[in-house]
């Protein structure tokens, strides 16, 4: 077992991952992230985006093929390694925001700087530097039952970046905002990325994110593709007229 060169943060050799039930979801994908480095995973619905972020971010173990972070063996680790591992250096966020409802926004975001150690005044600091960053500082004492779902998600926006995670995990993270919204959040995040060297992996059907990505990948089918090109809105024929060039 070799392991990746030394400034791939991320590394996987020929993934392979069935679900429980035995629905093959990814087909032997390769791929190195390097750090700081922001790339966006696309592909139409079913593709396997969300399946190849929890198999890089440890969520899911992987038993056929190989993910490295940096010289740790991912696929190696046990549940508690993986878990704490994740904790430790890596950050999710959800297409649908899930907060703490008995902590307000602000509180929210404190959370995981709070896990790591930091005392709370400074991680109110902190949280609330972040809400005004993603244009939600005037609901920082809402509780997220108080707020719309696009503010929820912004606020789950801050409180993956509040940490400064070595690795980002974005499973389509404007989903849930106004298409007008999707741009200006998207420039934050990737603009915070960048200032604090965070690598990202986002996963998006959003144009706009692959344009502000350093880099794509796209899959189809649960494998990697060198172009994609989607049918359509008039096309009834559906994914079944995706053109595949590996
Ligand atoms: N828990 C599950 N059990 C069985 N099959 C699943 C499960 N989750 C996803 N799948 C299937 O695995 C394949 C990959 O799904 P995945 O969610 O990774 O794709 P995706 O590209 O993220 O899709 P979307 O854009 O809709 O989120 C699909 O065929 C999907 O139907």
Redesign the pocket.
Known sequence: MEAPPDNDVLWARSLHFR????????AGVSLAVREGEILA?T????????????CLSGLVPVRMGEVWFNSTPLHTLGPMRRERLRRDRFCWID?APVLVPELNAWENVALPLMLRGAGRRRAKIAALEWLERLDVGDKARKRPYELQQAERQRVSIARALVPAPTVLFA??PTAPLHHADRTQVLRTLTTAARSHAITVVL?S?DPGAAALADRTLA?L??RRVSTLHLPDANDTEGRAACSLSV
Do not use: M
Not at 19 to 25: R, V
């Open positions: 679900h429980p039930d035995g629905s093959p979801a990814l995973v592909g139409p619905r079913g593709s396997g985006k969300t399946t190849l972020l929890r297409p499973d389509e996963a059907h899959l089918d649960g």
